[in-house]
């Protein structure tokens, strides 16, 4: 790690005991150690933990370890142990998803994330999408029992990763979240309902830096939480963190960066611009709102083959028996069920393909991906018509998302010279299908890059290195964001794609028109 | 007030309300129109209160007061209300004194104290002087025990003045505490105890600036308590107010300014130095350690005349009946006794003199200054050989730490322009007699000032001027403080002292040499 300037750091320092003839109080004699064998200035400190310093100190015969934050520009003491005890110096990064939670574990000396934990979001209890689980907060209690949701995941990730690596919890001093604004605003216990309506405009899209406790995560409790800051109520910090990530922000290249997250934001820009939508729908690609859909964990399908007689091979993660599909398995079906003539431009099944998978049932048409006995639910895991429509859905939003990007900066798909895709998608996508369904626009291959979650990365990069931390704030207050409901042009433009891949084929020359 | 710049000031704002063309956060728009409006820059703001913030906004309809404090360069919202309550804005001053907790209600628009409160400290049970407070927090529980007792008083006296003025404590938004750093210690919770002993260091001298409800006193949970700096153990933030409110720091002449308070502090300097030292004996010209001693408060005897048939009239505050004498009429009775030949210049009483107030108990000599009779508490007031002693050890530690100051800087009294005498001594404080004891030194009599209790009066200034608070500080760090146990020739300077006025009458020469 060349750049490894962590938010989190661990100082030795020996303090010269006081005497009659240097008086100094404890922590006055600690701010002049800071400050002289450190380069420390300013350093603040909680006054409960203030208050433990004395004992400390003399316990430790003024050698002790410091752990201080910096954020901000400011400097806090966030511990201080007895002794040499700089080897041990954890922190955690944090992606804070309206689907998925995932938490680093990372080793702030060596810059390296030690293990990593990922959980589904408990609040899908309550809704799958961040609509929902505003619509949640309506009840009473609702806000504090999302809030209860979220935190009680994640301390039993916190308590796993801890107890896997023989950590203790207290020797983690500190955290650094990325989500979206509505999940933070849960996350800090604050009403995010006034992002549901017109301005859409949430309580704070910049959060202060807090002590562990006061966000109710069984750290030290006088480690911090810093939320990476967002643009606005609908792009948040996990994208601001995504633009971390890629780099965009720093970019020569014109960059499309699209997170087919649940919420499916879309990111145009460079060293010199940037800006940003979200689209309303959330991301049927990553599995949710298919009944089978889901992240690419164990025993997912990831990899879907359809042979020509209409029969099905299939790959899973980590080769269980299947559970459900993930997003590179559902581009796989989708593409090649258009190919094969099932379902026709518009996505609608095909009675007339002769099939034993094609079924109807009182809810439509649907086709069977894996039979029950070979699942481990015992269930016929399917993909039914109204899944289908869901996929087209989002993939229209997105497209038309980018599309309206572009028009506000006069540009083209062509113009773009990388396009980089975030999501949770499994190992093997398939960017030649992506394309022929239209979910990714028909430009040069090689300008595409598939880039995973860019949310838990950005997260960790801003632990590992105050620069980028500053970064994040400077990338929030550079983004303009467009609101896609207002464009006078995007329901024509949303309505125009869709079609598979789209209704104007001129728009994807690579692509031979589907039958 | 011409510098009214107060630490708590309330500001009104109409706040544009956010459309589809200005969609920043609620808290961004807040801190938009603080610096648009205001002026206040990288306004802070406490977790929990920025939770409400969008709430308070939407329910006053975009109109809103906010209340911020402004300390240590750092602007922090502490309240944000409906509509416009600028009219009321309120806070504290305190001063944690070891033996009497005072409580200034001001109206931070006005600048004008509204009202105040004077209470025993109910430590007191645990012991009369720092010393025995130290002692106490060698018990279980009993450094917890003691910050109850001071918190659950103070709370009863804000009470007690909110509603006596029809406020409510919610409408208090801070306070300013000046205290020995002694009490300060207790009252944050810190463990006192390293000051007992060799080399006497306190945990801090200078305290952050922390929420009321971190301190458990009962005003808006997130109104600021700010205690002022001390320079060591044993010359607390109290002193520090002392010296602001004198202006000896600003001063061209050379002040002697004695704070017969509980501890006894003595400064001395001018605009260019400050030197400063702490008598280790607690004040028994405040009453302490003295069994009819009492504050300057109702029913304490302030003044006495003793007639030349050794009969005796006294004056009580209020006219009550009397409960006990306070410092000035100690002052009184001490120089008559002497100038009457009833004690001699050792305080000795003289068991020859023929006065039916003169008696012998199983402990002693001792002089009855008012009958049971005629007072409230239905026992004699009397004052006993023991507390002869203990003024005389006092007045003697004073003059001693007076002298070591002067020699520290080679000077003598003749170069001390002005001497103010901080405490609490009653308005009848007689200077000659106060001098004839040798409490105070033999200097020309206009440059001697009293000056009541300069503690609640610099702590008072502090809340109600930025730059006093700042100045607060500054004085903190300028002041060189003695240790005069440490100084070789202190305890011949004391002992000599330990003779009313003096053992060497040529310092005195304008006393006449008692009988």
């Given amino acids: 790690m060349p750049n490894l300037n962590p938010v989190i750091k661990k100082r030795y320092v020996e303090i010269p005991e ?4 240097d008086t ?9 150690e800071f400050k002289n064998k450190l380069g420390y200035n300013g350093v603040s400190v909680n006054i409960s933990l203030l208050g433990s310093l004395g004992r400390v100190l003399r316990e430790g015969n003024w050698k002790v370890t410091g752990t201080f934050s910096e954020t901000d520009g400011r400097i806090q003491l966030v511990n201080l142990e007895k002794g040499n005890t700089e080897a041990r110096s954890y922190a955690l990064a944090c992606d804070i998803g309206t689907t998925t939670l995932v938490v680093n574990l990372v080793d702030v000396n060596s810059g390296k994330v030690i293990d990593s934990k990922t959980s589904y979001n408990p609040q899908r209890a309550h809704g799958e999408d961040v609509t929902s689980r505003m619509a949640h907060c309506d009840q009473e209690g609702g806000l504090s029992q999302l809030y209860q949701l979220v935190v009680d995941e994640l301390n039993s990730m916190v308590d796993y990763l801890c107890t896997s690596q023989g950590i203790k919890q207290d020797e983690i001093n500190g955290m650094v979240c990325a989500g979206n604004t509505i999940m933070i605003h849960i996350l800090l216990g604050f009403d995010p309902r006034t992002i549901r309506k017109e301005p859409y405009v949430p309580l ?4 202060p830096v807090i002590l562990a406790s006061e966000t109710g995560i069984k750290i030290n409790p006088y480690g911090i939480t810093k939320c990476l800051p967002g643009v606005s109520g609908y792009i948040g910090g996990d994208i601001t963190a995504g633009v971390l990530s890629t780099g965009l922000n720093e970019s020569n290249e014109i960059i499309l960066f699209i997170d087919i997250g649940t919420n499916g934001e879309t990111v145009l820009g460079s060293k010199d611009w940037i800006v940003a939508c979200s689209g309303s729908a959330g991301s049927a690609f990553e599995g949710c709102g298919l009944e089978f859909g889901m992240s690419a964990t164990s025993g997912a399908i990831e990899k879907i083959t359809l042979r020509e007689n209409g029969e099905i091979n299939y790959k899973t993660l980590d080769n269980e028996n299947p559970k459900g599909v993930c997003g590179s398995a559902l581009i796989d079906l989708l593409a090649q069920l258009l190919e094969s003539g099932i379902i026709n431009r518009q996505g609608k099944i095909n009675a007339e393909f002769k099939s034993s998978r094609i079924r109807r049932t009182v809810l439509g048409y649907e086709f069977v991906i894996a039979w029950g006995s070979e699942t481990q639910i015992n269930k016929d895991i399917v993909l039914a018509q109204t899944d ?3 996929l087209i859905r989002d993939k229209a ?11 506000s900066m006069q540009m083209e798909f062509s113009n773009v010279e990388k396009l980089l895709i975030a999501g949770n998608f499994g190992r093997h996508l398939d960017v030649e299908k992506a394309i022929s369904i239209g979910l990714l626009p028909d430009i040069e291959r090689s300008k595409i890059e598939f880039i995973g979650n860019s949310s838990i990365d950005g997260a960790t990069r801003a632990l590992l290195s105050i620069e980028d931390l500053e970064k994040a704030q400077q990338i929030a207050t550079s983004i303009t964001t467009f609101e896609l409901t207002r464009e006078p042009s995007y329901y024509d433009i949303y309505t125009s794609a869709l079609f598979l891949p789209h209704t104007d ?8 028109t589907p039958k």
């Fill in 397 to 407: 939003a997105l497209y038309a998302g980018s599309t309206i990007l572009l028009k």
């Fill in 24 to 32: 100094l109080g404890d922590w006055q004699r600690l701010l002049r």
């Fill in 204 to 207: 704070t899209t910049f959060y």
């Fill in 505 to 512: 084929m001129s728009l994807f020359p690579s692509v031979k």
């Fill in 18 to 21: 006081p005497s009659l003839s």
């Fill in 388 to 390: 289908i429509d869901n």
